[in-house]
């Protein structure tokens, strides 16, 4: 047996069972072998397409973990697309683009579909090696490869028509880093090369950065912020930057198909605060919201959350905030295209113990969270004898007025 019949006949085995039992024989190369197996499993679930084409070469462990998932890459192509069209470029046969950063090169695969020429910069030689493979298996005729640092790539190449960035988010020990000026090239120092040399720059940077940081950063250059989520857990935030800048930054929140789309002057917005009759029902138990007469609850997605476009989010659906931080929005009419969850609650309560028993009545479990509240989720369900699960979801909030109060109803 060979190292890719190996390879092949454990696919689908315990990568760690395998590392375990050793090299079964001499002609095996099984450090190579076991990158393959788990790389294809990574890629079943991340990289669907990937996975099913046969020829590809996959990385190790840390490259596949850092790289895109084939949501977000699609994500960048499709943002790329537009980018472009809307930079005044109609012939698409004389663009050229670069990936200064190209790693596993998924995003790179995605984006260089849009141009006429393409170039896969990084530094590995490794990584250029495997790149120049999988490229050549996936038939890419426009891509080149350029094993430098991008930085040094960035200063001798001619005018592009778009480049794209994603630095390394690890220091020299290994640790993970989030700051712009932490990662590997410092993006806000290559901030004027780069638009200087296209007309279109995307930068990927880490979730876990302040985007309003992230724009000053920049020194007027972003024109867009993109704050993608998928599987509500966001994932990446871009930034698209040109020469001149612009006033005012678009921002666009996007989980999985849900898109919302507002300005960075927008956001500062002050949420409308709810001051309805249903909050009545946290003092003195009066059933102000019943089945007959529901209140609508909405739950902004990751992406909106990260973004902290609340306000912006209750100007644009006519919704109320039940308090200025417990990041839920009110309404006595059902609202389509929230980016978000949707609940039609069909109670709502303080925290007596007599009104919450009378209340809960026949419910055994639920989903249980909190915003803005005193209580753990895990704590709030125990204190309520719930387990967890089942289609009803409750939430412990705290209004406008300061009031600890339970919401119960059903997604919708």
């Known amino acids: 047996m060979n190292t890719e019949e190996f390879i092949t006949a454990h696919r689908t085995d315990d990568v760690r069972m395998l590392a375990l039992r050793g090299c079964p024989d001499a002609a095996i190369d099984m450090p190579y072998a076991l990158d393959q197996i788990a790389g294809w499993q990574t890629a079943r679930a991340k990289l669907p397409s990937l996975a099913a084409t046969d020829g590809i070469v996959f990385p190790p462990h840390l490259s596949m973990e850092q790289c895109s998932s084939e949501a977000t890459a699609c994500y960048k192509a499709r943002l790329m697309a537009?980018?472009?069209?809307?930079?005044?470029?109609?012939?698409?046969?004389?663009?050229?683009?670069?990936?200064?950063?190209?790693?596993?090169?998924?995003?790179?695969?995605?984006?260089?579909?849009?141009?006429?020429?393409?170039?896969?910069?990084?530094?590995?030689?490794?990584?250029c090696r495997l790149a120049s493979h999988n490229f050549s298996v996936m038939g890419m005729a426009n891509a080149g490869v350029v094993c430098t640092d991008g930085a040094a790539f960035l200063k001798q190449t001619p005018p592009l028509t778009a480049i794209f960035l994603d630095p390394a988010r690890r220091d020299s020990h290994g640790a993970k880093t989030v700051a712009i000026a932490d990662c590997t090239p410092d993006a806000a120092a290559l901030r004027p090369l780069l638009t200087a040399k296209a007309a279109v720059v995307m930068v990927k940077l880490s979730p876990m950065l302040d985007w309003h940081k992230a724009v000053a950063d920049m020194h007027g250059a972003v024109t867009e912020v993109h704050i993608v989520a998928t599987g509500g857990e966001c994932k990446e935030l871009l930034l698209v930057m040109t020469a001149g800048g612009c006033g005012d930054v678009r921002l666009v929140c996007a989980n999985d198909d849900a898109v919302f789309a507002t300005t960075e002057q927008a956001t500062r917005m002050p949420c409308p605060i709810a001051a309805g009759d249903w909050a009545a029902a946290a003092t003195d138990g009066s059933p102000t919201v019943s089945a007959d007469e529901p209140l609508w609850?909405?739950?902004?997605?990751?992406?909106?959350?990260?973004?902290?476009a609340f306000g912006a989010v209750a100007e644009a659906f006519g919704l109320e905030a039940v308090a200025a931080n417990s990041h839920l929005f009110v309404s006595r009419r059902q609202v389509d295209g929230f980016p978000g969850r949707r609940f039609r609650m069909e109670t709502v309560c303080g925290m007596n113990k007599k009104v919450l028993r009378k209340r809960l009545a026949g419910i055994s479990k639920a989903n249980v969270a909190v915003r803005n509240f005193p209580l753990t989720a895990e704590a709030l369900r125990r204190r309520l004898a719930l387990t967890d699960g089942g289609d009803t979801y409750i939430f412990g909030t705290t209004t406008a007025a300061k009031s600890h109060v339970i919401m119960v109803g059903k997604r919708f």
């Open 82 to 127: 537009r980018l472009v069209t809307e930079a005044g470029v109609t012939d698409r046969a004389r663009t050229a683009f670069a990936d200064l950063t190209g790693g596993f090169g998924i995003d790179f695969m995605y984006m260089s579909r849009q141009f006429g020429r393409a170039t896969y910069v990084e530094r590995d030689e490794r990584l």
């Open 297 to 308: 609850l909405y739950e902004p997605n990751a992406a909106v959350m990260k973004a902290g």
